[in-house]
């Protein structure tokens, strides 16, 4: 339905208990009507991700606004708004002729308004190679340009900004997601907006937490001192020389044996080395493939008790993250891990949509710092070490890129891969680890570790709200906190209450039945809390039966590692 004149585009109905809490909202004006009308859907996209609101403006009318966005706008529309104290958003129209650059690189400036993760970098877009070049003035800052050409300007004013862009926004269609114009590869359409909105609302804007960052290998198991291309002790020790963390996606099936030295390993290096699960058999696509009734429910229990008599006999402690086989993953096995007690799963977004071809996403999937699904599993995104070819865009997404829009999205930064990425050395793990540590202080950790910090806050006066994007954080509360609130995402406005327990140290448990939006919980300046949501119908792995015994899965399994374990002999004998 197309909005009226004069109405603003918010998300549909947010709850009463967010709006009772106060929640703030920036308006942003939209000119002109035609436009505004045009993208709905994305605007109402983004008012779902950003604390905003879009209405239909009047181009010299700056009463009420926050912000401006101008199709078709000129420089002197633009400045003139800026001057006035509204930040400004301005698609340059020109009868110019446009150029078109071959190459696929964009260049970023040093823009002092440019975010930090962009500033100096080359990266790869090819969604935009026509465009009408911009022609800086005195006191244009150029944000990013290509071939020479540039593309976006940012113009700082006495009161506030403007934004000049060379290219228009993507229109998003029903069947169509942000991630897809916020990607390697595609990313510069939307990038400039996605910067433009968070700049708007940055004085109302959550606190993010610290980058983090955790290297993935799928498969390793601890049998022996290594495991293909990865010798365990070279990999602590070039971990401790490159500072950065990986984590090892064990298969559950593999937990029959423990290299004591191996184990012994690990547990003296838990700031560099860890482990997580990767499946349960790992056959072809597990996660997907229903099974006899009941299987796919006693396949991830029989995995938890696996992983647990692992623990046992080695030791270690095993993150209750399910790294899934081939990247393959239902929804209604999301569901299974939430209520077994997984506290989240790795996927990236385009799997999330390849093997649920009949599940409606949110078009916002996969650009928060998480997703939940099957009722309220967080689900990671990750960056493959080694891009994969996108056949839509026909070429090998550059992987700095993902790397910097995660860090970007406030998104943990999983590099993930197998053994044979190793095949020539560490050196790829060196170089990709400089990158992500290049971005700032990065706090490198296992998956625990990564989901126990996955929240947001914001401090009003006495009070900390407390935003969490997992079913179990960690809160250390500031000195002049004494109330907290705790909002949980993934509960729907209109939704059922769930249990959330507060675990203080020597004050017991608190346990309170809420809905979306907690109430006022007192608490102690510089405790330490710890936030837990247990869903209603929660299930214990103990007692679910195992699937029936097939030979098959272990003699697969153990040919793979067979051939694993031999390819660097041949590598080495040729």
């Given at each position: 339905?197309?909005?009226?004149?004069?109405?603003?585009?918010?998300?549909?109905?947010?709850?009463?208990?967010?709006?009772?809490?106060?929640?703030?909202?920036?308006?942003?004006?939209?000119?002109?009507?035609?436009?505004?009308?045009?993208?709905?859907?994305?605007?109402?996209?983004?008012?779902?991700?950003?604390?905003?609101?879009?209405?239909?403006?009047?181009?010299?009318?700056?009463?009420?606004?926050?912000?401006?966005?101008?199709?078709?706008?000129?420089?002197?529309?633009?400045?003139?708004?800026?001057?006035?104290?509204?930040?400004?958003?301005?698609?340059?129209?020109?009868?110019?002729?446009?150029?078109?650059?071959?190459?696929?690189?964009?260049?970023?400036?040093?823009?002092?308004?440019?975010?930090?993760?962009?500033?100096?970098?080359?990266l790869v877009d090819e969604d935009v190679k026509e465009f009408v070049p911009l022609s800086p003035l005195s006191g244009d800052e150029i944000v990013a340009s290509r071939e020479g050409h540039v593309l976006w300007i940012y113009r700082p004013e006495a009161k506030s900004g403007v934004d000049f862009l060379a290219m228009g926004l993507p229109k998003l269609t029903?069947?169509?997601?942000?991630?897809?114009?916020?990607?390697?590869?595609?990313?510069?359409?939307?990038?400039?907006?996605?910067?433009?909105?968070?700049?708007?609302?940055?004085?109302?804007?959550?606190?993010?937490?610290?980058?983090?960052?955790?290297?993935?290998?799928?498969?390793?198991?601890?049998?022996?001192?290594?495991?293909?291309?990865?010798?365990?002790?070279?990999?602590?020790?070039?971990?401790?020389?490159?500072n950065y963390h990986v984590s090892l996606a064990t298969v559950p099936i593999d937990a029959w044996r423990v290299h004591s030295k191996t184990a012994c390993l690990v547990r003296q290096n838990p700031s560099r080395i860890s482990l997580l699960i990767h499946g349960n058999n790992h056959t072809y696509k597990e996660m997907v493939f229903p099974g006899p009734n009941?299987?796919?429910?006693?396949?991830?229990?029989?995995?938890?008790?696996?992983?647990?008599?692992?623990?046992?006999?080695?030791?270690?402690?095993?993150?209750?993250?399910?790294?899934?086989?081939?990247?393959?993953?239902?929804?209604?096995?999301?569901?299974?891990?939430?209520?077994?007690?997984?506290?989240?799963?790795?996927?990236?977004?385009?799997?999330?949509?390849?093997?649920?071809?009949?599940?409606?996403?949110?078009?916002?999937?996969?650009?928060?710092?998480?997703?939940?699904?099957?009722?309220?599993?967080?689900?990671?995104?990750?960056?493959?070490?080694?891009?994969?070819?996108?056949?839509?865009?026909?070429?090998?997404?550059?992987?700095?890129?993902?790397?910097?829009?995660?860090?970007?999205?406030?998104?943990?930064?999983?590099?993930?891969?197998?053994?044979?990425?190793?095949?020539?050395?560490?050196?790829?793990?060196?170089?990709?680890?400089?990158?992500?540590?290049?971005?700032?202080?990065?706090?490198?950790?296992?998956?625990?570790?990564?989901?126990?910090?996955?929240?947001?806050?914001?401090?009003?006066?006495?009070?900390?709200?407390?935003?969490?994007?997992?079913?179990?954080?960690?809160?250390?509360?500031?000195?002049?906190?004494?109330?907290?609130?705790?909002?949980?995402?993934?509960?729907?406005?209109?939704?059922?209450?769930?249990?959330?327990?507060?675990?203080?140290?020597?004050?017991?448990?608190?346990?309170?039945?809420?809905?979306?939006?907690?109430?006022?919980?007192?608490?102690?300046?510089?405790?330490?809390?710890?936030?837990?949501?247990?869903?209603?119908?929660?299930?214990?792995?103990?007692?679910?039966?195992?699937?029936?015994?097939?030979?098959?899965?272990?003699?697969?399994?153990?040919?793979?590692?067979?051939?694993?374990?031999?390819?660097?002999?041949?590598?080495?004998?040729?």
């Open positions: 339905m197309s909005p009226s004149r004069g109405q603003s585009l918010t998300p549909a109905a947010p709850g009463d208990e967010v709006v009772k809490e106060g929640m703030v909202r920036k308006r942003i004006g939209v000119v002109p009507f035609v436009e505004y009308e045009a993208y709905q859907g994305l605007f109402l996209a983004l008012s779902s991700l950003f604390p905003v609101e879009f209405c239909e403006s009047e181009r010299d009318s700056y009463a009420g606004l926050d912000a401006l966005i101008l199709f078709d706008g000129s420089r002197d529309s633009g400045t003139q708004a800026a001057a006035a104290g509204v930040r400004c958003y301005v698609v340059l129209n020109t009868d110019e002729k446009p150029v078109h650059c071959g190459a696929a690189t964009v260049d970023f400036g040093r823009a002092a308004n440019l975010h930090a993760y962009f500033q100096d970098q080359t029903d069947d169509q997601y942000l991630c897809e114009y916020l990607q390697p590869g595609r990313f510069l359409r939307l990038l400039p907006l996605f910067h433009f909105l968070r700049d708007v609302t940055k004085d109302i804007a959550w606190t993010f937490p610290p980058l983090r960052a955790c290297f993935m290998f799928d498969d390793p198991n601890l049998h022996s001192s290594s495991y293909g291309y990865i010798n365990y002790r070279d990999l602590v020790q070039h971990a401790t020389n490159h009941g299987y796919q429910l006693g396949l991830l229990a029989q995995a938890l008790r696996r992983i647990e008599r692992f623990e046992k006999n080695s030791g270690l402690e095993v993150s209750r993250v399910m790294s899934a086989p081939h990247s393959a993953c239902t929804e209604e096995m999301m569901h299974f891990m939430l209520l077994l007690g997984y506290e989240a799963a790795c996927l990236p977004w385009d799997s999330l949509f390849r093997f649920n071809p009949h599940h409606r996403w949110s078009p916002t999937t996969g650009l928060d710092m998480v997703d939940f699904q099957g009722g309220g599993l967080p689900i990671i995104q990750r960056v493959r070490l080694r891009p994969d070819w996108n056949p839509q865009l026909r070429l090998y997404p550059d992987r700095t890129t993902g790397i910097i829009l995660s860090g970007f999205l406030s998104q943990p930064i999983i590099p993930i891969g197998h053994h044979q990425d190793a095949a020539g050395g560490m050196e790829l793990l060196a170089q990709v680890a400089d990158t992500i540590n290049r971005l700032g202080n990065v706090m490198w950790t296992d998956m625990k570790g990564i989901m126990r910090s996955n929240y947001m806050t914001k401090q009003e006066g006495k009070l900390l709200r407390i935003k969490m994007y997992s079913r179990r954080i960690i809160v250390q509360v500031p000195e002049d906190i004494d109330e907290m609130l705790v909002e949980r995402p993934w509960i729907a406005e209109d939704g059922e209450t769930e249990m959330l327990v507060c675990k203080r140290t020597g004050t017991g448990l608190l346990k309170l039945a809420a809905r979306r939006v907690s109430t006022v919980i007192p608490v102690q300046p510089l405790e330490t809390i710890e936030l837990t949501t247990v869903p209603n119908t929660a299930l214990r792995y103990s007692e679910m039966p195992s699937p029936p015994f097939r030979l098959w899965p272990l003699a697969r399994r153990l040919m793979t590692e067979g051939r694993d374990r031999v390819l660097p002999l041949i590598f080495r004998h040729k």
